[in-house]
């Protein structure tokens, strides 16, 4: 017997999935602790079972799955421990459980509340069912719990709609509903993965708070080791349903003793890398772009400056309607890109970072010429001579269309389901009329050895590949006309960190060897420090920094640059999260030389560093 | 709110306004008129037909006057209540149909919550036990219901009705009552009758209602949202009947719009078989022997009611779903 009490034990759980012919093992034999007033993070990349154990703990994983072993729950020390397991399925028991002494959030704090009920409506459903208290007291305590989350008008808030909030919001008011009962422990499935990292920062702090004040145990499930570094007291590993290892933090980040934790690590990109290393995948792929060499070998460089794209002054509103009241509302235009300038040079890689809305990906449709601006001009240098890429029509809109591809974010629905790999990548050479249907063939075969997978599998559907083949998929079909300039639009979001290494050095791989520019646009600083030779910072439609990349990381100048940076959790506990300057990402907080709409201008700091700033700002003020 | 009612009853004029040149178009394109299909009809017979007094009628009718004029004096009577005049029966067109309204409006009604009755609870059933056998079983039944043609099923039942009661279960009220004033015993006998041809009717219906409702609910059921109303202890029924059963209403109110007129103009040739009266096989008579004040008030009605569903189910959905009521239009 432990002499520590321990608020939840999981003993030898395996959850399997029947699937077509067989079962799939989601869990096996997994054991593990939680302290109470403990933050234990679960760890593991995507299918590795931890949100399933998450999910069995309160007995709401799938009817189809058969759980055995034992979730003991001892809720106070005093009392014998609780087999979760042996209760009855959705019986009283468990449900008083739930919600009132286990809470949990979700990562998709879009989709977890229902759209059609107020906020109010869904925090006091978990008081109604928990608590014997007047209507007047669960308001009370629902807004008490909205205010203890952060939000400035609980009273407000409480008769809102969730679509009414932002993600960010969203997520806040799904933490005061799991927590409104004061639960003894609070599971968090990926509770900041879908936010944007300034808000991730601002969640986390929040978590940590309210964790401490209401002394609860929190079960922190994620992908994310810097978020697990910054949070976490125990970690337990998680690959393929086992338990690989588990400890303290600092054990297991100061001393990891299993191949595939110190592999984990070798594959996030971090801000510490020295130049030219290399991400360390897990699985290394074994790549041959020999095939692809000398076809598209970069053209030569006219004189000069060696630019390839010139942007310049791009604009873009879209028409929104203000939900001011019943379907009458004035039309209002938000402006998505407002004023945006910006070279890329031939052969290398511009960072374009933003948080969501922050019109990154509208930059990069324009580019593509999927979007077509209001105002600005694209000039793309050829040796033939400028093109205009924004006129562009006929003959010079097809080379232009072969010179820019794109590749996109979600690798699922970017290809065709009902298309081949072998179709998928000819059908552009046979758009553009290239070669005869052998010659695409040879290609097609070139560009599968070229991401690392085998001829063979030409012959497969998207669906029978993983995540990442498929983005290697979606990265070979916009290689197949042999581009200039690959627009990368958040290429390795949805991937897990040891296959976004792969792809990541995939692409760098490709660039060096095909002579690639890239416009790579991301939400994860880290990956664009990796990947990128200089990087621009997108906020509010506006480019707001651009430098060199080692400038922008090591003396960020403009105030959102530093919140950005500030925000980023570090795998590494001696570099933990700043809390205390988080929160002010606000342009309230920006200094004058920063703000006033009118005189804001892109100041020439020296050796390519510009910054967004007011017109009679000095320099040495700037870099206080 | 009271903006947009206000402005979808604004639309719904010039809606109806264009639905009736539609209407009135369609009855003038066939070549002739109700007084040329009468006299071949009468030559067919061996009759003589008197074309002075025939003449005298088209003169009176204004139907030797231009088309716009005719349809303006059309369109025009119907907004003071008079829809013209039936040439067949040798009535006002309200005279005509009088009575069968009413009673071809109470069948449709019933019919639509019978439908509903029936369809709810078998619809729910199968959405939270899929995959089984009661699943299996309704979907099977309903299936043949949906296949089916009504007139068929009424043919059916009558032949049953007649072998085994003995009895006709032809007509809406005992064959007494026909063209008798309304009395209790009336009300009585047609609520004796209404039953066959409201199953009849409905079947289709209610069939095809539990499909979808089986399908949204399963749709709903797997949405995050219902996860976490489980996660925080909601016992499974209430939990069902708050989140995911209201979310599955939307597709339900949406129904309104096209359940009106489908379940009036359907029921034509079930009305035929089982000699309902009921608007329906009026409107085939009249659009055969091209009577057309009749059945362009016909097909006017029907549009309206369509019309008049559409505004319901858009009100209703405003009311429900506070998505469409706060940020509609919104782009993203």
């Known amino acids: ?45 995507s299918g ?46 468990i449900r008083s459980i739930r919600g009132n002494r286990i809470g949990m959030i979700f990562q998709e704090p879009m989709t977890s509340f229902s759209p059609v009920h107020t906020i109010g409506n869904q925090i006091d459903e978990a008081l109604r069912i928990h608590k014997v208290m007047s209507p007047a007291e669960r308001r009370e305590r629902s807004e008490a719990m909205l205010a203890m989350s952060g939000f400035a008008d609980p009273r407000k808030v409480f008769d809102m709609y969730p679509f ?13 509903m799991a927590l409104v009962c004061e639960p003894s422990l609070l599971i968090a499935d990926e509770p900041t993965t879908a936010l944007d990292v300034t808000v991730q920062a601002q969640i986390l702090q929040l978590l940590r708070d309210l964790q401490e004040r209401l002394g609860m145990a929190v079960l922190l499930v994620t992908h994310d080791l810097g978020v697990v570094a910054n949070t976490a007291d125990e970690v337990v590993v998680l690959y ?37 290393e290399r991400l360390k995948p897990l699985r290394e792929i074994a790549t041959d772009s020999a095939g692809l060499l000398g076809r598209s070998a970069p053209a030569a460089a006219p004189a000069g400056d060696n630019v390839l794209l010139r942007v310049r002054g791009l ?64 000039v793309m240098q050829r040796p033939e001579g400028p093109l205009d890429v924004l006129a562009a029509r006929g003959a010079d809109l097809t080379m232009l269309r072969q010179k820019v591809q794109m590749v996109f974010q979600d690798p699922v629905s970017s290809l065709s389901p009902h298309m ?41 559907y998207p669906h029978s590949f993983s995540g990442g083949q498929r983005q290697r998929i979606g990265i070979a079909r916009a290689l197949a006309l042999g581009p200039e300039l690959l627009v990368c639009d958040e290429a390795t979001s949805a991937l897990d960190v040891s296959v976004q290494a792969q792809v990541l050095n995939l692409l760098k791989d490709l660039q060096k060897d095909l002579g690639l520019t890239y416009l790579f646009i991301s939400h994860n600083l880290a990956v664009v420090n990796y990947m990128c030779d200089r990087v621009a910072v997108m906020q509010g439609g506006r480019i707001v920094e651009i430098a060199p990349r080692e400038v922008l990381m090591r003396a960020p100048v403009h105030p959102y640059t530093r919140a950005l940076l500030a925000a980023v959790p570090y795998p590494d506990l001696d570099r933990p999260l700043d809390f205390a300057c988080i929160g002010q990402s606000g342009t309230t907080t920006w200094g004058p030389a920063f703000t006033g709409d009118a005189g804001l201008t892109a100041i020439d700091l020296g050796n390519g560093h510009q910054v967004l700033a007011n017109r009679n700002a000095d320099i040495s003020e700037l870099r206080a | ?77 119907m907004l003071v209540g008079d829809f013209g005049y039936s040439f067949e029966y040798q009535l006002p067109v309200t005279d005509v149909v009088g009575d069968r309204l009413w009673l071809t409006m109470m069948v449709s009604f019933v019919t639509i919550i019978v439908t509903w009755i029936i369809a709810f609870p078998i619809g729910i059933y ?66 004796e009758h209404l039953w066959i041809p409201v199953l009849i009717i409905g079947t289709a219906g209610t069939a095809g209602m539990v499909r979808r409702l089986r399908a949204n609910l399963m749709d709903e059921m797997e949405k995050q949202y219902v996860v976490t109303a489980r996660a925080k202890g909601l016992a499974p029924g209430k939990l069902l009947r708050k989140y995911p059963l209201r979310l599955a209403l939307n597709f339900f109110i949406s129904d309104i719009g096209s359940i009106l007129p489908a379940i009036i103009s359907g029921a034509e040739i079930t009305a035929i078989v089982l000699s309902l009266e009921t608007t329906g096989p009026l409107l085939i008579r009249a659009l055969q022997s091209q009577d057309m004040y009749l059945a362009g008030s016909f097909l006017m009605f029907l549009a309206f009611l369509t019309v008049i569903g559409v505004l319901i189910s858009d009100i209703a959905l405003a009311m429900l779903d506070p998505r469409i009521r706060l940020a509609g239009g919104r782009t993203k």
């Open chain 1, 420 to 460: 081949t790999v072998r179709n998928i990548l000819t059908e552009p050479l046979e758009i553009h009329l290239r070669g005869s249907a052998a010659d695409r063939q040879a290609m097609a075969g070139r560009l599968i050895r070229a991401i690392g997978l085998s001829e063979d599998d030409l012959n497969r």
């Open chain 1, 1 to 45: 017997m432990t002499a520590e009490h321990e608020l939840l034990r999981i003993r030898d759980l395996s959850v399997s999935f029947p699937l077509l012919g067989g079962r799939v093992n989601a869990v096996r034999n997994a054991d593990l602790r939680i302290l109470p007033g403990k933050v234990t993070a679960l760890v593991g990349e």
């Open chain 1, 240 to 276: 393929q349903g086992q338990v690989l290892e588990s400890g303290s933090t600092d054990d297991i980040f100061r001393r990891p003793e299993h191949p595939y934790l110190r592999g984990l690590m070798g594959a996030v990109p971090h801000f510490d890398m020295a130049p030219g």
């Open chain 2, 126 to 191: 199968s959405a939270t036990h899929p995959y089984s056998w009661g699943d299996y079983g309704l979907t099977f039944v309903g299936l043949i219901g949906l296949a089916i043609p009504n007139f068929m099923l009424a043919l059916v039942l009558m032949y049953f009705a007649n072998i085994w009661f003995g009895t006709s279960i032809g007509h809406l009220m005992g064959r007494e009552y026909l063209g008798q004033p309304m009395s209790w015993d009336k009300v009585k006998s047609i609520l």
């Open chain 1, 315 to 378: 604009s873009k509103s879209f028409v929104i309607r203000k939900s001011a009241g019943f379907f009458g509302g004035a039309r209002a235009a938000h402006r998505a890109v407002d004023d945006v300038s910006f070279d890329i040079r031939r052969g290398e890689s511009l960072g374009l970072v933003g948080e969501s809305g922050s019109g990154k990906t509208t930059v990069g449709k324009i580019v593509v010429r999927a979007v077509t601006p209001d105002k600005g001009q694209i």
């Open chain 1, 164 to 176: 009414e909030l932002s993600g960010g919001m969203r997520q806040r008011a799904m933490i005061a």
């Open chain 1, 48 to 93: 590795s079972g931890k949100s399933v154990i998450g999910r069995t703990i309160l007995g709401i994983q799938s009817p189809a799955a058969t759980v055995s072993g034992q979730i003991l729950f001892a809720d106070r020390a005093d009392q014998p421990p609780c087999d979760l397991l042996a209760l009855p399925r959705d019986g009283r028991q």
């Open chain 2, 1 to 77: 709110m009271i903006r947009y009612i206000l402005w979808r009853v604004l639309v719904m004029i010039p809606t109806l306004l264009l639905i009736s040149a539609l209407v009135f178009t369609i009855m003038e394109l066939p070549p002739g008129d109700f007084f040329e299909s009468q006299i071949a009809e009468m030559r067919a017979m061996g009759e003589n037909a008197d074309m002075a007094e025939i003449e005298a009628l088209r003169a009176r009718y204004g139907f030797d006057k231009p088309l716009v004029e005719r349809y303006f004096h059309w369109v025009g009577g």
